[in-house]
């Protein structure tokens, strides 16, 4: 069984960045899109970033330009860098995987538990 474990978030200054990691255990995941969705109080869970299993990126218009998706498949892990960062961004950051690189959340058969970003004005 698959399982995923986020790690990196907490309270950063508007313009600053974080690097939140992704753990993958369980399974193989090369073959795997590896994605990053956020979810902010009161809003529904929104795509972020995907790597596909090829190499292949799509950001959301919302981060594209500052954040960066990187993995080690070597090390089942999946790396998001976050610059540049504004309180618009604060969210629990969830990592996920599946087998097709999609927006789409319902596609996606594994999910981390969270980690919490704030960013403060």
């Known amino acids: 069984q698959g399982q995923l474990v986020e790690s990196g978030g907490g309270l950063v200054q508007a313009g600053g960045s974080l690097r939140l990691s992704c753990a993958a255990s369980?399974?193989?995941?090369?073959?795997?899109?590896m994605a990053w969705f956020r979810q902010a109080p009161g809003k529904e869970r929104e795509f972020v970033v995907v790597s596909g299993s090829t190499g292949t990126t799509s950001f959301s218009d919302s981060v594209k330009g500052r954040f960066t998706i990187s993995r080690d498949n070597n090390k089942n892990t999946v790396y998001l860098q976050m610059n540049s960062l504004n309180p618009e961004d604060t969210a629990v950051y969830y990592c996920?995987?599946?087998?097709?690189?999609?927006?789409?959340?319902?596609?996606?058969?594994?999910w981390g538990q969270g980690t919490q970003v704030t960013v403060s004005s």
């Open positions: 996920a995987a599946g087998p097709i690189a999609t927006m789409s959340r319902e596609y996606y058969e594994y």
């Open positions: 369980g399974r193989t995941y090369s073959s795997y899109a």
